[in-house]
């Protein structure tokens, strides 16, 4: 009990209330370390539920998981720790046993290092039902390095963490292991903590008269009429000459991103006819609605999703080719979009890496940051790093080292990090934990193509997607991935063919409400004339209301403050 009462005194503290008691929440920790250290750190929460967590009492708790030899050890530094050798099988490791409950949301952490080379690990948990994915970190000799991450389990029951390295020529060795479990309240809980610290801001109103004297009992108004959090949605060539997608987009949104038609498949479908005409009608019609665009994409790294020409090309017609096409496409549209993905997943795919050189990325980030770097940002866009645990091949650590690898081939410009946001089911530990490690990049962080998997789920799942992400504080932007056409949608429609929402469209209004706070706020001064609100960054117009009348009012900019400024501003009425 003093553990839990101790923690509520962290920034984060939360109160959470319980039927008939009230308790004190776990707060959450957001902390990672990318760097490699020569010591680990404390476990988060101490520990959790984990028996042992820094290995002070021998390997009480822990036993070896199929074959391997598990041994206690201890550094010169006097660091206890658990070393799994011999290993034979990419599985072999140690584990821990516990009881893991449905309802609840577990966040994992633990810190690894390997006896010789580097070697990429994953954190596993093994159920009746499944192997649970719970996070991936590439370890290394000589220091450790911290894995985070987080699992959900669709039943309750036992659960068994293990390591798994394909590399089963290094000793595995852990300490520092954490597993925390929270309830739906608590993770709730969080997030709406972490929106009144981040995305909120308390203004005060003081209503007074001719002379400076407080007017207690009047009415304040308050209309957001701009709102700060960049939140869009694709569309497509669907829209052109469309009223209705018109209509309905536009009366929403004031982000967005176009489907396909900047693609190069799209603009140079036969080699050397390069045709431009439908994204520029697309972007002058956005832009006559002051809709801000996102690029998306100068280059794809898949191979499926070239011009049908190019994959016959030798090596060195095929750079000369990439290099026209980034030259053309970001030179006629400079300075028109915030963005651009560059080189578009090019975690997952390698197609213009295994023809031209594992360095070829950072050669067109270079020339993309030359031509538009000033006013755009070249972006990395990839998908299943914060959607999927399952799929190691675009971890948030393997986003992590691509940076780093981007840093070392001497690209030193602006840099920002897509993660599209594809879900399938919803791990929100997981998601949450990702958005912590590519937060320790310290660079602009979007969720670019937002969506979820059709199902009886979808629109409730895509609410606590939005919510979650919505709430980490490093996210400066989210865009969906709903652009609709006759056919229907890549993976997510908001409406139907007449543009009436469906479930997911209803789902996406209450948040654009929630942020844009649609029926406004209204209130009344206390007797000293002050009106006290907790709102969304923005710009907006106060009003004080004498009976019928519009007394005063007064245009305001809510922006990012300290937790103890409240910005206090005077509505004046003659009385």
């Known amino acids: 009990m003093a553990k839990i009462l101790n923690s509520c005194l962290i920034v984060f503290s939360i109160l959470c209330l319980v039927i008939g008691s009230q308790v004190y929440a776990v707060p959450y920790d957001y902390s990672y370390t990318k760097e490699c250290l020569a010591k680990p750190l404390k476990p988060q929460y101490e520990g959790g539920v984990i028996v042992n967590p820094e290995l002070n009492e021998g390997l009480k708790g822990w036993t070896k998981f199929e074959d391997s030899t598990v041994e206690h050890r201890e550094s010169d530094d006097g660091n206890k720790y658990i070393v799994a050798s011999a290993r034979k099988q990419p599985f072999h490791s140690f584990s821990q046993k ?330 929100l530990p997981y998601t949450r934990s990702a958005l912590d490690m590519l937060a320790s990049a310290k660079l602009p962080l979007w969720v670019t193509e937002l969506d979820v998997k059709s199902g009886p789920n979808q629109a409730n799942f895509l609410n606590q997607a939005l919510r979650e992400i919505h709430s980490h504080y490093a996210v400066q932007g989210i865009m969906m991935w709903t652009a609709w056409s006759p056919q229907g949608c890549y993976t997510m429609c908001l409406t139907d063919s007449n543009f009436r929402n469906l479930d997911t469209g209803n789902v996406v209004d209450g948040f654009r409400n929630e942020l844009t706070h649609a029926d406004g706020v209204r209130g009344t001064t206390d007797s000293n004339g002050f009106f006290e609100a907790s709102l969304f960054h923005g710009e907006y117009e106060a009003k004080l209301i004498n009976g019928d009348a519009v007394s005063s009012s007064q245009e305001i900019n809510v922006v990012p403050n300290e937790e103890t400024v409240v910005d206090v501003h005077r509505l004046t009425v003659n009385v």
């Open 98 to 427: 516990f009881n893991l409950e449905k309802e609840k949301l577990y966040t994992f952490s633990a810190w690894l290092q390997v006896s010789n080379e580097d070697a990429y690990i994953v954190a596993i948990f093994k159920t009746n039902t499944s192997n649970v994915y719970a996070g991936w970190v590439t370890a290394q000799k000589g220091c450790w390095s911290m894995v985070k991450g987080g699992l959900v389990v669709n039943v309750s029951g036992p659960a068994e963490l293990y390591f798994e390295s394909n590399n089963t020529n290094v000793d595995i060795w852990a300490d520092s292991i954490s597993l925390q479990p929270f309830t739906q309240q608590e993770w709730i809980s969080h997030q709406d903590q972490s929106i009144e610290k981040f995305r909120k801001s308390k203004v005060k109103f003081q209503a007074v008269d001719q002379h400076g004297q407080p007017i207690p009992n009047a009415t304040v108004s308050i209309k957001q009429n701009n709102a700060n959090f960049p939140f869009g949605t694709a569309i497509n060539k669907n829209i052109i000459g469309n009223s209705a997608y018109q209509n309905w987009f536009f009366s929403r949104f004031k982000y967005t991103v176009f489907e396909n038609e900047l693609k190069w498949v799209s603009t140079e479908y036969n080699r050397g006819s390069i045709d431009y005409s439908v994204p520029d009608a697309m972007i002058a019609l956005a832009q006559s609605h002051g809709v801000t665009m996102r690029g998306h994409n100068v280059l794809w790294d898949e191979p499926q999703y070239q011009p049908y020409w190019v994959p016959g090309l030798s090596a060195n017609d095929l750079g000369a080719a990439a290099q026209k096409r980034l030259i053309s496409v970001m030179t006629k549209y400079k300075g028109r979009f915030i963005h651009w993905d560059v080189v578009n997943e090019n975690l997952h795919w390698n197609f213009f890496e295994s023809r031209l050189g594992p360095n070829i990325s950072t050669v067109y980030y270079k020339y993309a940051n030359k031509i538009d770097g000033s006013r755009t940002i070249p972006f990395l866009n990839e998908f299943n790093t914060i959607e999927e645990s399952t799929d190691g091949t675009a971890s948030p650590s393997r986003y992590l080292q691509k940076i780093d690898e981007m840093r070392r081939g001497r690209y030193g410009g602006p840099l920002g990090i897509g993660a599209q946001g594809h879900f399938g089911n919803l791990n």
